[in-house]
């Protein structure tokens, strides 16, 4: 007596499909830091840091001098608008990146966020707020998949 089950073949192609429909692609992880960008740039005009704890405080001579310029003398990273719009996305082998494009805001990026020359205000990490988006972003086919 013996019992014999075939389909080896229909398994296989039925565990292709579901691998196919949970692969992320790469123009997929691209949008999603894009999307991770947009929310560090938004957090940062807000005077957060990654945690979403406020920035420290202006100095008053430094607001002072912001607020004579017309800009708002909160300490969000703003004298130019240059430092925030150079924070780009680019896709890389398995992954995608967000970085700076310019060497000056690279150097400028740095000195805030470890507080070089001036007041630490770590506004370049994801956060556990970006953390869970991109959890759930990169979940959702497999879910759908499963």
């Given at each position: 007596m013996s019992i014999t089950i075939t389909g080896d073949k229909m398994v296989r192609n039925h565990l292709n499909r579901i691998e196919k429909a949970i692969s992320i692609t790469p123009k997929r992880l691209v949008k999603i830091a894009g999307e991770a960008r947009n929310m560090i740039r938004d957090r940062t005009n807000k005077a957060q840091s990654f945690t979403g704890s406020p920035f420290k405080t202006l100095n008053?001579?430094?607001?002072?001098?912001?607020?004579?310029?017309?800009?708002?003398?909160?300490?969000?990273?703003?004298?130019?608008?240059?430092?925030?719009?150079?924070?780009?996305?680019?896709?890389?082998?398995?992954?995608?990146?967000?970085?700076?494009?310019?060497?000056?805001?690279?150097?400028?990026?740095?000195?805030?966020?470890?507080?070089?020359?001036?007041?630490?205000?770590?506004?370049?990490?994801?956060?556990?707020?970006?953390?869970?988006?991109?959890f759930k972003e990169v979940h959702k086919p497999i879910k759908k998949a499963v």
């Open positions: 008053q001579v430094y607001a002072d001098r912001k607020a004579k310029k017309g800009k708002q003398p909160i300490p969000n990273l703003h004298w130019s608008g240059n430092l925030l719009n150079s924070m780009q996305v680019k896709g890389i082998k398995d992954g995608a990146e967000i970085y700076f494009n310019t060497a000056e805001s690279k150097v400028i990026a740095e000195a805030h966020h470890f507080g070089k020359g001036q007041p630490r205000r770590s506004f370049f990490k994801l956060g556990k707020k970006i953390r869970e988006y991109i």
